[in-house]
């Protein structure tokens, strides 16, 4: 069974910063992309982050153009854990969380952590 299980949201305060970690069971870790995702209320789930989803190149990264330089996403293939270090907050940034880990065909989505950036 996949589990997909993210953790390490939380409120903190405008520019500050939170590590989100994601891990992921029942899968093999280096056949799969993983990437992080956010959805404020209202709006619609967009893009953070993602590793190893440039062209299939094992540690490729992509950032959304407004986080380059303040979120970090890594991966420990050990503890088949990705985290997103997340700097410099912004209250609307405010969000739920996912992870997700894909391949062609196939994605499987974790249940989200809320971060709350307050100003």
């Known amino acids: 069974e996949v589990q997909i299980v993210e953790s390490g949201g939380g409120l903190v305060q405008a520019g500050g910063s939170l590590r989100l970690s994601c891990v992921a069971s029942?899968?093999?870790?280096?056949?799969?992309?993983f990437g992080w995702f956010r959805q404020a209320p209202g709006k619609e789930r967009e893009g953070v982050s993602c590793i190893s989803c440039r062209d299939g190149i094992s540690g490729s990264t992509y950032y959304a153009d407004s986080l380059k330089g303040r979120f970090t996403i890594s991966s420990d293939n050990a503890k088949n854990t990705v985290y997103l270090q997340m700097n410099s907050l912004k209250p609307e940034e405010t969000a739920v969380y996912y992870c997700?880990?894909?391949?062609?065909?196939?994605?499987?989505w974790g249940q989200g952590t809320q971060v709350t950036v307050s100003s």
């Open positions: 997700n880990v894909f391949k062609v065909a196939v994605a499987y």
């Open positions: 029942g899968v093999t870790f280096d056949d799969y992309a």
